[in-house]
């Protein structure tokens, strides 16, 4: 008889039929309950075990985290907490478990410890939950795309450019560490490389991603990128996914509005699929806060901040709008920010978004209109901006709890100013002849974002450690598993 997934029997008003369940043992007490999950609830079934007819060698072999198949009836549950259980009737050990060495004890463990056992924490309510949110986003994220007519483009994981110009990228080389071939002014010689040049793990797909919106109009990419920034904060990976599409024709303020009906999209989508595993991530949360002082305390719970977001309009406010209200603000003036915004020009911190978000407009937000200097180099510049003061289209996404969760810009389509911008910036042109060159043969205002994923499952999820949402983070010293 074929096996029935936990989550279909718990929904199941078919009951005296008979059934088979595969799953892991939870719990199991009295010698007589096991609670059994399989992954595709955060719900266990319960089954009930005919302890004098079973032999006591298979009942010593029920244990946390052992796999089991259970077969028997379906039966209206006498218990509290589920409307049905399973009546064994017969019950075989799958896999056994060693219930003292098994890490993952029924009881709350810490996220640090869990983080040490990345393997088996999938295996807890929490992280269970977690996954299954993280995986519907995912199929949100490319339904959305697909729904509104983009095109799914695979852009390269190794690449001889740099799309960031921050220079803080892992190298791929096949080239020997002890001799390695040196030019004759003693730099590494790459033509002897595998790809006959330097080249890298990728930081964005946006470069190559612009060359296919500029042929299939709307393009996005899903996929992973890399950092080899030595930063061991809560909110950075090394190796992380990144969704950015790409629009040919749209200005800015299409790629706000989109941006904007793209994130409200994928949460309510998943609001409505994960409401068990929400539930039970809001309640968490509830939790979590009752420890902390009342003033770092959240105004909202978990599903009061997602629904807020999909019901509300992003506020958009310009970046010297932003500026002022920083400079004025009592914990810039009071010097209570680790960054004491100054003068127009000054790069934000997360410590300065958050405030914007979280204390002042209580909304997400959407900055726009940045100084060039502190904004990568293919961001179109503003007309009529005066000197020194230049700003460029770009936009960045702004929410509570995280801070910067989107950033993005209308592209600069005139070649010529591309070119004087890369100069300044000792960008090659020979280095990108070939994104120029999308400049030269029907160049047109154009526009895209980036999104790290990782962020926004964070925020969904209501976590707050970007470690405890990918399924093993790779972090400055740590590449276990």
Not at 110 to 133: G, K, P, Q, Y
Not at 452 to 481: H, K
Request: hydrophobic share 35%; net charge negative.
């Amino acid at each position: 008889m074929k096996h029935i997934k936990v989550k279909d029997l718990l929904n199941s008003t078919k009951t005296l039929q008979e059934v088979t369940a595969k799953g892991w043992v939870r719990t199991f007490r009295n010698n007589q309950f096991i609670a059994l999950n399989d992954g595709s609830t955060i719900h266990n079934i319960q089954c009930v075990v005919d302890f004098e007819n079973t032999p006591d060698e298979t009942l010593k072999r029920i244990t946390t985290g052992a796999a089991v198949c259970v077969k028997g009836t379906l039966q209206e549950s006498q218990g509290k907490g589920q409307s049905v259980e399973i009546q064994v009737s017969q019950i075989e050990i799958l896999g056994d478990s060693d219930a003292e060495k098994f890490p993952m004890q029924p009881k709350k463990h810490s996220l640090e410890f869990l983080r040490e056992n990345a393997h088996l924490r999938v295996r807890t309510n929490t992280f269970s939950a977690i996954m299954r949110v993280r995986s519907t986003l995912s199929f949100a994220v490319h339904q959305y795309f697909q729904e509104n007519g983009f095109f799914y483009v695979n852009t390269p994981i190794i690449t001889g450019s740099d799309a960031e110009g921050a220079g803080e990228m892992f190298k791929v080389t096949a080239l020997p560490f002890d001799k390695t071939p040196r030019t004759e002014e003693g730099k590494v010689n790459y033509k002897e490389d595998f790809f006959g040049k330097e080249t890298n793990l990728t930081v964005s797909g946006q470069l190559e991603a612009e060359t296919y919106a500029m042929a299939l109009g709307q393009v996005y990419t899903f996929g992973p990128t890399f950092r080899a920034e030595n930063s061991n904060t809560s909110r950075h990976l090394a190796e992380f996914w990144m969704i950015e599409p790409e629009v040919a024709f749209n200005d800015l303020d299409a790629n706000m509005d989109l941006a904007e009906d793209f994130i409200k999209n994928v949460i309510k989508y998943t609001l409505n699929k994960c409401e068990d595993d929400l539930n039970f991530l809001n309640d968490r949360l509830l939790q979590e806060e009752k420890t902390k002082p009342q003033a770092e305390r959240s105004e909202m719970s978990l599903l009061e901040k997602l629904n807020f977001i999909t019901e509300n309009n992003f506020k958009r406010v310009s970046y010297t709008e932003a500026i002022d209200i920083l400079k004025n603000s009592t914990p810039n003036k009071k010097k209570k920010f680790n960054y004491i915004i100054e003068e127009w020009g000054a790069d934000l911190q997360s410590e300065h978004e958050r405030f914007l978000v979280e204390k002042h407009f209580k909304c997400p937000v959407i900055l726009f209109d940045y100084p060039a200097k502190i904004k990568a180099f293919y961001m179109r510049l503003n007309d009529n901006t005066e000197p020194g003061k230049e700003t460029v289209r770009a936009m960045d996404i702004l929410f509570p709890g995280i801070g910067e969760i989107v950033g993005g810009s209308q592209r600069e389509e005139r070649l010529d100013i591309l070119i004087e911008k890369m100069k300044a910036l000792g960008i090659e042109e020979e280095e990108l002849w070939w994104y120029l060159d999308t400049r030269k043969f029907g160049s047109a205002v154009h526009s895209g974002f980036g999104l790290g994923f990782e962020r926004l499952v964070l925020f969904v999820t209501g976590m707050s450690n970007i470690r405890d949402v990918i399924p093993f983070p790779r972090t400055p010293q740590n590449a276990e598993f």
